[in-house]
């Protein structure tokens, strides 16, 4: 009998046969068991949880996501417990007990330690102030043989201590130096500067922010400074410490282009052509905020 002879045998070709359906069962139930156990072809859209309270969304959503909560943040104006970002985006599509990871507003400010910024040129110790989370409030001139040195610091009217903890976003008043005599700073153009700009400006110069007129609304966002008092078009030096009172119009309202093509022009002009242009009777809401 030759070695293929056993090709010529029925049993052969069943046995063959039950192999090859054995196989496909084989292959079938793998494949079925892989795909239960990762969701194959289920999935979820994240919804968006921007806003909702962190503890409702978890109640809500913890038998389809797994929540993460990845950082919490101090926001003033925002609900504590809240959630502000979320990872995956809204829309995504993911599967079924997915990693959801979010950022939640903290019930309270995160503390620093207060800076030293004694011995500082102004310039250092608002940059300084900056990168600590802290805001420089109001810049007070004192007799002191260094002009713009920062003698010393306050908070809530009170000396402030280096290494004194404090929340993030505490108003930090300066006491800064004369030089030994009081001599008028030129006031920077802040003409069409948005607040958080405009006061940078105003203390890098050695003054302050004074009255803030918001007519057309109070919305930092899109209001720019129209008009200052004292007017710096036409006095253009102050002395140190001077409270600038400010007047912004909305981008929506004013032609701030047009402010800036008389400025480049002949800024002697401004004042016939935009500080009329306010009623009296809308200058009636004042501010006196830090951001």
């Known amino acids: 009998m030759g070695f293929f002879s056993f090709l ?32 194959h072809g289920e999935v979820f859209v994240v919804p968006d949880f921007s806003g909702k309270q962190a503890t409702e969304v978890i109640n809500t959503f913890g038998n389809r996501f797994r929540f993460i909560i990845s950082d919490s943040v101090y926001i003033k104006l925002a609900e504590n417990g809240s959630i502000i970002q979320q990872d995956p985006l809204p829309g995504s599509k993911v599967k079924e007990g997915r990693n959801i990871y979010i950022v939640t507003v903290a019930q309270m400010p995160e503390r ?7 011995n500082l040129s102004l310039r250092q110790a608002l940059v300084l102030l900056e990168s600590k989370g802290l805001i420089a409030n109001d810049i007070t001139i004192a007799e002191h043989f260094a002009r713009n040195a920062v003698v010393d610091q306050q908070f809530n009217g009170e000396i402030i201590e280096p ?15 004369n030089g030994g005599s009081m001599q008028k700073v030129p006031i920077p153009m802040i003409l ?10 105003l203390h890098f110069s050695s003054l302050n922010i004074g009255e803030e007129y918001f007519p057309d609304g109070y919305d930092t966002a899109q209001s720019r400074v129209f008009r ?23 981008e929506t309202q004013f032609n701030f ?10 800024s002697s002009l401004v004042d016939s052509l935009f500080y009329n242009d306010l009623p009296a009777d809308t200058l009636n809401e004042t501010y006196n905020l830090n951001e």
């Open 8 to 39: 010529g045998k029925k049993y052969f070709y069943v046995h063959l046969m039950l192999a090859f359906l054995l196989t496909l069962v084989i292959i079938w139930g793998v494949t079925s068991s892989i795909d239960r156990y990762t969701r």
């Open 112 to 118: 620093i330690p207060m800076p030293n910024l004694r």
């Open 163 to 177: 290494g004194t903890d404090l929340f993030k976003g505490s108003a930090i008043d300066l006491i800064v130096g």
């Open 192 to 201: 069409g500067k948005k607040r958080k700009e405009t006061i940078t400006l």
């Open 228 to 250: 200052t008092e004292p007017n710096l078009i036409n006095e253009s030096h102050v002395f140190p410490g001077t409270k600038i009172n400010v007047y912004y119009r909305s």
């Open 257 to 266: 282009d047009e402010l800036e093509r008389v400025l480049e022009t002949d």
